[in-house]
């Protein structure tokens, strides 16, 4: 596709639920990065690929935040147990390698109920 | 550990005002500076960037230069447009172990709104 694809656009779920965010990265990028978007803050860094592989995943903010990649391309964040605080919009950005500019996709906003 | 302060907004400007976003930074190293823009009902955008010191990164009539003696980023437009409200976030590159990318540091965003 020509840019970052990210679904679903919204998601409402019940505290205690698991969910699962995908992320469809620009062809060819090699690189593909999970941020989180809270309100009142910055952008949070979660987790980095590069390939299928996840080199810095010092960003999730506990264990019930997962994420893995599949054939160099898609990914998924999957959050288990979801609490009132994981409410945020989930952003993927994916970049070529060796470089620095990121491409981002719209977001997934995440409300916990 | 390497931060970005941006100012707080929002920014209320008329239109063809000038525009000053002030972005300052810690880090170690030579990081690489960005400002990113998400237009109302867009994701975030590329505005421009710089990797070394006294570099300008310039488009669509912003410019931002590269001061490694006061550490900023400032963002600058001589005349905005009602076309330019958007939230504006200032960014540096930080190194990762493997491999050449980087993971990009956020300031908090100011958001601009430019009336006619």
């Known amino acids: 596709g020509a840019g970052v694809s990210q679904s679903p656009s919204n998601k409402v779920t019940e505290k205690g639920k698991d969910v699962e965010l995908r992320c469809d990265p620009i062809?060819?990028?090699?690189?593909l990065y999970w941020y989180r978007q809270s309100l009142g803050q910055g952008l949070e860094f979660l987790i980095y690929?590069?390939?299928?592989?996840?080199?810095?995943k010092s960003g999730l903010p506990s264990d019930r935040f997962s994420a893995e990649r599949t054939g160099g391309s898609v990914s998924t964040l999957t959050i288990q147990r979801t609490q009132q605080e994981d409410s945020a919009v989930y952003l993927c950005?994916?970049?070529?390698?060796?470089?620095?500019?990121?491409?981002f996709g719209q977001g997934t906003r995440l409300t916990v109920v | 550990g390497n931060s970005v302060t941006q100012m707080e907004g929002p920014v209320t400007l008329s239109e063809e005002a000038f525009l000053t976003i002030n972005c300052t930074y810690t880090?170690?190293?030579?990081?690489?500076l960005f400002w990113y823009v998400q237009y109302p009902g867009e994701g975030l955008q590329l505005l421009l960037k710089?990797?070394?010191a006294d570099d300008k990164g310039s488009n669509k009539g912003f410019e931002a230069t590269y001061r490694k003696e006061t550490t900023s980023f400032h963002l600058e437009k001589g005349s905005v447009q009602v076309s330019d409200s958007a939230v504006y976030f200032c960014?540096?590159?930080?190194?990762?172990?493997?491999?050449?990318?980087?993971?990009?540091?956020w300031g908090l965003g100011t958001s601009l709104a430019v009336n006619p």
């Open positions: 950005a994916s970049s070529l390698a060796g470089r620095s500019e990121a491409f």
């Open positions: 062809s060819g990028h090699t690189a």
């Open positions: 690929f590069q390939g299928n592989s996840a080199p810095d």
């Open positions: 880090a170690t190293g030579y990081p690489s």
């Open positions: 710089a990797t070394k």
């Open positions: 960014a540096l590159s930080e190194g990762f172990n493997a491999g050449n990318n980087r993971k990009l540091i």
